[in-house]
Nanobody, 124 residues
């Protein structure tokens, strides 16, 4: 059974940092792009960042570029999201997922095996 588990969320003040982790089990995703998305209350789930299977290619939403860094460790079947200089508008539930179809890394429907999410709350 495929399972992704996110961890590392919490409550922080604006300007602080958090590091999210996504652990995959049940299957190896070393040949797949992995992505992070987030969903704030009352809003649609939105793209945050993605990383290719080799780690060579990364993509970021404009809103997090320069503040967030995505990385992966294929030996551990895991992906991470380092979030610095957090802002109140970063508050959301953060999800990781595996890209299984399509060409765009920005579209949620190209991803599967979503985790249960981890809450990130940033107070201003």
């Amino acid at each position: 059974q495929v399972q992704l588990v996110e961890s590392g969320g919490g409550l922080v003040q604006a300007g602080e940092s958090l590091r999210l982790s996504c652990a995959a089990s049940g299957r190896t995703f070393s040949m797949k792009t992995m992505g992070w998305f987030r969903q704030a209350p009352g809003k649609e789930r939105e793209f945050v960042a993605a990383i290719s299977w080799s780690g060579t290619n990364t993509n970021y939403a404009d809103s997090v570029k320069g503040r967030f860094t995505i990385s992966r460790d294929n030996a551990k079947n895991a992906a991470n999201l380092q979030m610095n200089s957090l802002k109140a508008e970063d508050t959301a539930v953060y999800y990781c997922a595996v890209k299984v179809s399509g060409s765009s890394v920005y579209v949620t429907t190209n991803y599967a095996y979503w985790g249960q999410g981890t809450q990130v709350s940033v107070s201003s």
